[in-house]
């Protein structure tokens, strides 16, 4: 009798056993990190998975051609930024106006910061968003003060017809929050400033 009380346990372990090692292979393994050639290939990819605006201020003088290692299979986007900013210890994160900013920790004088008085487009294209910002008298007078002119690097046209057309009234605001309005009105996943060039004499304003 305890003979075959003893083979029933042993048979019961064995079932729990297979049932234990079916449903470990039946479970989704963790998404390994995933290594981005770019900051702004990571950015791309985090605004895809999360469905979510960020905008992104570039340091002085970072190329971006350091790779980047991501587990986008965390939970929380916080995570996966902190782990972002963990490797480009230039840059810090924070939440504004509903947008991931990720901005350099030390810069002076930022175009991002700079105060306008007064911003107004009514139903207009992307190309035309931009060209009002770059017509803006506060804009204008820091470019001026720092010997800076716009250029953007094209690699294709950025705009579409289809693209959804913008009406922004805004007024006493900063470069940054016009920014994070725009991305949002235009439903696109993210906005880009840097300044290039030999002597950082070139400002492009991606949007």
Request: charged fraction near 25%; aromatic fraction near 8%.
């Amino acid at each position: 009798m305890r003979f075959n009380q003893i083979a029933e346990f042993a048979c019961i372990l064995m079932l729990l056993a297979a049932f234990g090692e079916l449903d470990a292979k039946s479970r989704p393994s963790p998404r390994a990190a995933q290594s981005f050639p770019t900051m702004t290939a990571a950015i791309d990819e985090i605004t895809t998975q999360y469905k979510t605006h960020v905008g992104l201020e570039y340091a002085s003088n970072d190329v971006d051609r350091t790779p980047i290692n991501l587990d986008i299979s965390e939970s929380a986007i916080t995570k996966v930024l902190d782990s972002l900013v963990a490797q480009k210890p230039d840059y810090s994160w924070e939440l504004i106006d509903g947008i991931y900013d990720i901005h350099p920790k030390a810069v002076s004088d930022s175009i991002l910061s700079v105060h306008i008085r007064a911003f107004s487009v009514t139903s207009a294209t992307g190309r035309e968003v931009s060209e009002a910002i770059s017509l803006i008298p506060e804009v204008k007078e820091w470019m001026l003060r720092h010997g800076v002119q716009r250029r953007e690097l094209e690699t294709g046209s950025r705009w579409a017809e289809s693209d959804p057309r913008v009406t922004l009234h805004l007024k006493d605001t900063s470069l940054r929050s016009l920014l994070n309005r725009v991305v949002k009105e235009r439903q696109v996943k993210e906005w880009i400033v840097v300044r290039y060039g030999d002597k950082q004499q070139y400002l492009a304003i991606y949007i």
